[in-house]
């Protein structure tokens, strides 16, 4: 055993995050946390790295066992700090083991020791050497090469100071030294951020191949199906833990066959309360009506046989009131229907236009060129997936798509009859002080009692959720309020940036089996590889202000 975690609990004031929560991990597991933005998923993270005190409940590392953790945004070392000194700072445990085993060494050579100081020097030196080999100890320099060049930053000057850096390769830099530091349990809160397709694919083969154990908090579906031996859900409900064995794919798979389960019993259990009802009923009536007496007029024997049967009646009947009371308290929930986009969609106002026309649209910000000269045309039925580095101009490419930004010179041309659904990153649109239905009625027309439905059939919010304030939404779900107002909208053309991000894994791919049966053109822009390689369509990039278009 590597890292135990036992019934640990963790509250922020009122808010419970965690509750019982218990696992362990072992040389070789590769475990995938999932769950619901605002879970807990990185604070069960800093609890097992020791970041964070839990309320109760207790951490444990093996026998000397080392942890390393890598949060979202790692902190920086001290200024002027080079990428040689990151370097050797995070491998002085394995400078320390190796001096300890020529230590060790010596005194076995030494003439004339003990027989006891000699056995003890041979236990502690097989067991330091083993931890040594783990951890990659005997090829130390050549992995520094390799896990550099895997990264995508082999060509970082060793001797230059940290900060001088690009975001980017900062924290690929700091995720080299954790991986050069060759612990025996990682620790990772989203590692595959700010990687590239290459460096993502690396990263995949090198912890496929790690001796120790690997614990990563992701979304990213694709590294959870090469990496994870078994995926752990953090409960946003109960705030404990379910646990499946297997990849992404065998996760996503027993989720969708615990639905059909869902949904098996749900449907069983109405049937039963159906019939209890109908028998309450039927019954009740025949202890209104004991039937007709006896045609000899047997006083006696109408009594006690009458007796008799009303008693078995009302019996029966006490017995279905009791089992329906039983039911009816801690009844099975209604599963949420299946997510559709525009169920009502009609494709006949963009037949024979195109839907979309972009002519020599630029866009600067502060004399820094983001958008040059960009211009294509998209067809009724088109589907397209912008890609590109971070901070390139995707998501201000789209808002000019959507009129919430005026280009600097070109034109945006929508076909007559185009009805725009955009879903933005940033939920940019959300009042924080409204409700989360007053948020969602907003501009829409219809009925209070029918928007409640409407927005209660997905189980993306339950009953208790309509009257709480947007602003003391996590952002998964603030995601979902957008997601749900996307689909009200019944748009025949839509605009998703970064459509897969902040939503819980069962959420996600309703909406994307959702789009998947969305027939009208759809602008895409996404760096999740999972999402590109089963959208469909054509694929785009956007790099240095030009969109290079090909057909799909």
Same mark, same amino acid.
């Given at each position: 055993?590597?890292?135990?975690?036992?019934?640990?609990?963790?509250?922020?004031?009122?808010?419970?995050?965690?509750?019982?929560?218990?696992?362990?991990?072992?040389?070789?597991?590769? @475990?995938?946390?999932?769950?619901? !933005?605002?879970?807990?998923?990185? #604070?069960?993270?800093?609890?097992?790295?020791?970041?964070?005190? @839990?309320?109760?409940?207790?951490?444990?590392?093996?026998?000397?066992?080392?942890?390393?953790?890598?949060?979202?945004?790692?902190?920086?070392?001290?200024?002027?700090?080079?990428?040689?000194?990151?370097?050797?700072?995070?491998?002085?445990?394995?400078?320390?083991?190796? &001096?300890?085993?020529?230590?060790?060494?010596?005194? $076995?050579?030494?003439?004339?020791?003990?027989?006891?100081?000699?056995?003890?020097?041979?236990?502690?030196?097989? %067991?330091?050497?083993? *931890?040594?080999?783990? *951890?990659?100890?005997?090829?130390?320099?050549?992995?520094?090469?390799?896990?550099?060049?895997?990264?995508?930053?082999?060509?970082?000057?060793?001797?230059?100071?940290?900060?001088?850096?690009?975001?980017?390769?900062?924290?690929?830099?700091?995720?080299?030294?954790?991986?050069?530091?060759?612990?025996?349990?990682?620790?990772?809160?989203?590692?595959?951020?700010?990687?590239?397709?290459?460096?993502?694919?690396?990263?995949?083969?090198?912890?496929?191949?790690?001796?120790?154990?690997?614990?990563?908090?992701?979304?990213?579906?694709?590294?959870?199906?090469?990496?994870?031996?078994?995926?752990?859900?953090?409960?946003?409900?109960?705030?404990?833990?379910?646990?499946?064995?297997?990849?992404?794919?065998?996760?996503?798979?027993?989720?969708?066959?615990?639905?059909?389960?869902?949904?098996?019993?749900?449907?069983?259990?109405?049937?039963?309360?159906?019939?209890? *009802?109908?028998?309450?009923?039927?019954?009740?009536?025949?202890?209104? !009506?004991?039937?007709?007496?006896?045609?000899? !007029?047997?006083?006696?024997?109408? &009594?006690?046989?009458?007796?008799?049967?009303?008693?078995?009646?009302?019996?029966?009947?006490?017995?279905? %009131?009791?089992?329906?009371?039983?039911?009816? @308290?801690?009844?099975?929930?209604?599963?949420?229907?299946? /997510?559709?986009?525009?169920?009502?969609?009609?494709?006949?106002? /963009?037949?024979?236009?195109?839907?979309?026309?972009?002519?020599?649209?630029?866009?600067?910000?502060?004399?820094?060129?983001?958008?040059?000269?960009?211009?294509?045309? /998209?067809?009724?039925?088109?589907?397209?997936?912008?890609?590109?580095?971070?901070?390139?101009?995707?998501?201000?490419?789209?808002?000019? /798509?959507?009129?919430?930004?005026?280009?600097?010179?070109?034109?945006?041309?929508?076909?007559?009859?185009?009805?725009?659904?955009?879903?933005?990153?940033?939920?940019?649109?959300?009042?924080?002080?409204? #409700?989360?239905?007053?948020?969602?009625?907003?501009?829409?027309?219809?009925?209070?009692?029918?928007?409640?439905?409407?927005?209660?059939?997905?189980?993306?919010?339950?009953?208790?959720?309509?009257?709480?304030?947007?602003? $003391?939404?996590?952002?998964?779900?603030?995601?979902? $309020?957008?997601?749900?107002? $996307?689909? @009200?909208?019944?748009?025949?053309?839509?605009?998703?940036?970064?459509?897969?991000?902040?939503?819980?894994?069962?959420?996600?791919?309703?909406?994307?089996?959702?789009?998947?049966?969305?027939?009208?053109?759809?602008?895409?822009?996404?760096?999740? *590889?999972?999402?590109?390689?089963?959208?469909?369509?054509?694929?785009?990039?956007?790099?240095?202000?030009?969109?290079? #278009?090909?057909?799909?």
């Amino acid at each position: 055993m590597l890292l135990a975690v036992s019934n640990v609990e963790k509250a922020f004031g009122p808010l419970l995050v965690l509750s019982n929560v218990s696992f362990s991990l072992h040389a070789g597991d590769r @475990a995938g946390m999932v769950g619901a !933005n605002g879970a807990g998923k990185s #604070t069960l993270l800093r609890i097992a790295a020791g970041d964070l005190p @839990a309320d109760d409940g207790k951490v444990a590392l093996g026998p000397g066992a080392i942890a390393a953790y890598l949060p979202q945004q790692p902190p920086e070392p001290p200024p002027g700090t080079t990428l040689d000194e990151l370097l050797y700072d995070a491998v002085g445990g394995l400078r320390a083991m190796e &001096h300890r085993l020529r230590e060790l060494e010596a005194t $076995l050579a030494e003439p004339g020791a003990a027989p006891g100081s000699i056995a003890a020097a041979m236990d502690e030196y097989g %067991e330091l050497q083993e *931890r040594f080999d783990r *951890r990659g100890g005997y090829d130390f320099d050549a992995r520094i090469d390799q896990v550099f060049a895997g990264l995508g930053i082999a060509h970082l000057p060793r001797g230059r100071a940290f900060e001088t850096f690009s975001g980017g390769e900062k924290v690929r830099a700091l995720l080299a030294s954790l991986l050069l530091c060759s612990p025996d349990v990682l620790l990772l809160d989203e590692p595959t951020n700010h990687l590239d397709a290459a460096a993502s694919g690396w990263l995949e083969g090198y912890l496929a191949g790690f001796r120790g154990a690997v614990l990563a908090v992701s979304h990213d579906r694709r590294f959870l199906d090469a990496v994870a031996t078994r995926i752990i859900e953090v409960d946003e409900h109960s705030h404990g833990l379910r646990e499946y064995a297997g990849n992404y794919q065998a996760y996503a798979t027993a989720r969708a066959a615990e639905r059909e389960r869902w949904a098996a019993d749900y449907a069983r259990q109405q049937d039963e309360i159906a019939e209890l *009802r109908r028998a309450v009923r039927v019954e009740a009536r025949q202890l209104g !009506n004991p039937g007709r007496a006896p045609r000899d !007029n047997d006083k006696f024997a109408r &009594h006690f046989f009458g007796g008799r049967q009303q008693a078995a009646i009302a019996r029966n009947v006490r017995s279905a %009131e009791e089992r329906l009371r039983r039911i009816e @308290a801690d009844p099975i929930p209604r599963p949420p229907e299946q /997510l559709t986009i525009a169920p009502e969609f009609d494709v006949q106002p /963009l037949e024979g236009h195109a839907a979309l026309r972009v002519e020599g649209v630029s866009k600067a910000y502060g004399g820094r060129m983001v958008l040059r000269d960009v211009s294509f045309e /998209l067809g009724p039925r088109v589907r397209v997936v912008i890609t590109g580095p971070n901070g390139v101009g995707k998501s201000t490419l789209l808002d000019l /798509l959507a009129g919430r930004q005026a280009p600097d010179a070109g034109q945006v041309r929508w076909a007559p009859g185009a009805r725009i659904g955009y879903l933005d990153q940033d939920a940019r649109d959300l009042d924080p002080a409204a #409700t989360v239905l007053d948020a969602y009625r907003a501009g829409l027309t219809g009925y209070q009692d029918e928007l409640i439905r409407d927005l209660l059939r997905y189980g993306l919010f339950g009953i208790d959720d309509l009257r709480t304030p947007v602003g $003391l939404l996590s952002t998964g779900e603030r995601r979902k $309020l957008e997601l749900a107002r $996307l689909v @009200a909208t019944r748009a025949n053309l839509l605009l998703l940036d970064e459509p897969t991000n902040h939503l819980a894994f069962d959420i996600l791919q309703e909406f994307e089996r959702a789009l998947g049966g969305f027939a009208g053109p759809v602008i895409a822009v996404s760096h999740d *590889r999972w999402f590109i390689e089963r959208f469909g369509g054509a694929v785009w990039s956007l790099e240095a202000g030009q969109l290079a #278009t090909t057909p799909g």
